[in-house]
């Protein structure tokens, strides 16, 4: 039950403006979420390090997503009931300890250990963290919230790779270049919780808000609303879908950009995934006036191009391929997500936000781990080509059948107004 310490605690660290609450909100999103990817770069270093296979490579890999799961399985419902700001915080102390996995990294074992601890603050952070910077823009606009959200979002997945590739490729101090990268985002979530602390306002209702003792720990489950369920369910099959596509290239870039070029240097295998996430990141800075419903059947269509021209790199070790291939899968990221980030931001009723937007990242996420852990595992058997091959194939004929639903008539209102 609410009691005066909660509603105190609703009033605090309220000394900074409305617009800048708003802007610190997504600068903790940016300052958690970079950490997320930060390890990417290392992967082919890791690789030849504890000798493993593509398939368990790619499985550390998605074990990250594993975890983002199941902390959207409770990060939407505990923030619902205790409020944005602890479930934030708490998931910034969870990624100090993913990193310290990292640092001490000696096997496989520990590892998986960072990936997973990483996945799950992620997923804690997600949802929270998006509902609040939703709830605090100043004007009450949802639709900027949500694309504030969505960009700060893909921004911190890009600036991850790029963070660490620069630092392992110049070390400030050359003795610990595996380990400063996490070091240096030690310091960001410092400053995140400082944040959290000082410069944000509870969003959370009071009459929502209960003590620890009152709170049902039990993990929510991938439902919504009725009222909004299947236009949620069309926006989130298109964010699965574009997540897919980008998830294969934050796997398996680097490796595909070092052989096309022929270069070992991980600051180039990184530069693969910073080109899309960055290309997606300048198309929802460029077009966020763009209709939500048209912003996804962009991203949709051109999801089958980008998987084409990543069958070609790998075949071909094509230098045009690759970089067409990152733009266009940038491309598609960018208008993908961008449209059903809004359609899902002004669907999610106020009182259930924080829940439904961890209803729609879980989806997201599963898009990033399931299908690069089924080419994963299919390249260890089939090979790397008609894995990717029969992927390309699967999303393209989804994608297709979304972008035939979303052009119904009856689709425009309920999509494009929500």
Not at 85 to 110: D, T, W
Not at 162 to 180: C, E, G, I, T
Request: charged letters at 10%; hydrophobic letters at 55%.
């Amino acid at each position: 039950m609410p009691s005066s310490r909660i509603s105190r605690s609703q009033n605090r660290a309220t000394w900074l403006s409305p617009q800048g609450q708003y802007l610190a909100a997504a600068l903790v999103l940016f300052f958690v979420l970079f950490g997320g990817n930060l390890p990417t770069p290392l992967y082919p270093a890791w690789q030849q390090q504890f000798g493993l296979s593509t398939g368990t490579i790619t499985a550390v890999y998605a074990v990250y997503p594993a975890g983002v799961v199941l902390g959207l399985l409770f990060g939407g419902r505990l923030a619902d009931q205790l409020g944005r700001r602890p479930i934030v915080a708490l998931a910034a102390l969870a990624s100090v300890l993913a990193e310290a996995c990292f640092i001490m990294a000696g096997s496989v074992g520990l590892l998986f250990a960072g990936r997973l601890i990483n996945g799950c603050a992620i997923g804690l952070l997600s949802g929270p963290a998006v509902a609040a910077i939703a709830e605090l823009n100043p004007q009450g606009d949802r639709k900027k919230g949500a694309w504030l959200g969505a960009l700060t979002t893909v921004t911190a997945i890009a600036f991850g790779p790029l963070l660490a590739a620069l630092l392992v490729r110049f070390p400030p101090v050359p003795v610990m270049k595996s380990s400063f990268p996490f070091l240096v985002h030690i310091v960001a979530l410092a400053t995140a919780l400082i944040l959290v602390a000082t410069c944000l306002r509870e969003t959370t209702p009071a009459s929502n808000l209960r003590s620890w003792r009152d709170v049902s720990v039990v993990p929510q489950g991938i439902t919504v609303p009725l009222e909004i369920r299947n236009r949620f369910w069309l926006a989130a099959a298109v964010a699965f879908l574009v997540w897919a596509c980008t998830g294969l290239w934050l796997a398996l870039g680097p490796s595909l950009v070092m052989k096309a070029v022929g270069s070992s240097d991980r600051l180039v295998g990184g530069l693969a995934v910073v080109a899309v996430l960055g290309t997606a990141g300048a198309v929802q800075i460029l077009g966020r006036m763009m209709d939500a419903r048209n912003s996804m059947i962009i991203g949709l269509l051109l999801l089958p191009l980008g998987l084409l021209l990543i069958v070609a790199t790998i075949l071909l070790q094509s230098r045009a391929s690759l970089v067409l291939g990152c733009v266009i899968t940038g491309g598609a990221q960018g208008f993908g997500w961008m449209g059903s980030s809004e359609s899902i931001g002004r669907l999610a009723p106020p009182e259930q936000r924080a829940s439904v937007m961890s209803a729609f990242y879980i989806v997201a996420y599963a898009g990033v781990a399931l299908p690069v852990l089924a080419v994963g595992v299919g390249a260890d058997w089939v090979g790397l080509p008609t894995a990717v091959s029969t992927l390309a194939v699967a999303v393209t004929v989804t994608a297709l059948s979304l972008v035939t639903r979303l052009l119904r008539p009856h689709r425009v209102s309920t999509i494009s107004g929500a």
